[in-house]
């Protein structure tokens, strides 16, 4: 009892204070959602900040569309607070339309015209910006390559059709120049998202859609599912990595290699490791008898930069890790984990690392 007297007194004593506490409670929330905002425009990637003509118009769209949506906010606002005041003003009568057959009318028609027909109009006005900018975006470019993309729960297929190279979660483009990217997804719909390049594209199981991607800036870009599907589809990243003709080229001739023989007995000892457990049920490496299509190719698994299509960076303790027990890192993924020795994932290690 005493205690719940002391309380309520502290309340009484304190109502002042308890108010201050708000109002600062409340100003370094707006602040905490200030930064956690402004950080979030600094490491994620956004629309805001595109690279690419079409990246260029959805950003430009939705200035439009913000810029429109903050007139019509104040003009409305305005109205509002003039309605207020107006309304606390004494009523003297001769403030209100006369109530009169002709004043009714009149009434009707500004409903009708600020309610609907402006509305209209400006929505129509919008919708047109935004149908010329779709036509725009989906027009072909020109540019010969093209990509194919097949989405899995939770990673992404990747070939090079005219080129022969298969990879995973990685799609590499030179600058300024177009590809034509086809969609497809191997189980449920995925969605394909390069905020800083192109708008997103369903992936949908049967059917192929396409896009001309490009870049026209260097970089590393960050790419995600952007529709949901499944427990890790948070986990379904991938990156673009836009180089100079010269390093893509470089890249593509790597990629068309197959892996190379290991060059000493250690590195040999990985590779019968591989080859002698479960991984060849899922997984694929050029040159040798892998060539399950489960599982990402691994023929050139090194040269990429992350596990688990962005889960982790890929290093060599992530790779061990991912290799003993990728549940404990991407929990509901298709890998079980690897019953190997100690020793054993050490020489596996070092035959990975010289898949480049
Ligand atoms: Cu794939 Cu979300």
Redo the contacts with the bound molecule.
Sequence with gaps: MAEARDVVFHKATDQPNSKQGVRHAGRWAGLVVLAGVLSGCATQPSILDPHSPEADRIARLSWLLFGTAAVVFIFVTALLLIAIARSRQPADGDRLPPDTPEGDRRTLWMIIISGAVIPAVVLLILMGFGIATEQANAARTGGTGTIEVI?H??WWEIHYPLHGVTTANELHIPVNTPFLVKLTSADVI??FWIPQLHSKMDMLPGQTNTMWLQASQTGVYTGE??????LQ?AH?QFQVIVDSPDVFNAWLAQQQKPAPAPANDYVREGQQAFLGSACVYCHAIAGTNASSTLGPDLTHIASRLTLGAGAVPNNPGNLSGWIINSQAIKPGNQMPPMDLNSDQLQALLAYLATLK
């Design positions: 989405a729960q939770w995925h969605s599912c952007a529709e949901y599907c499944g589809h379904m």
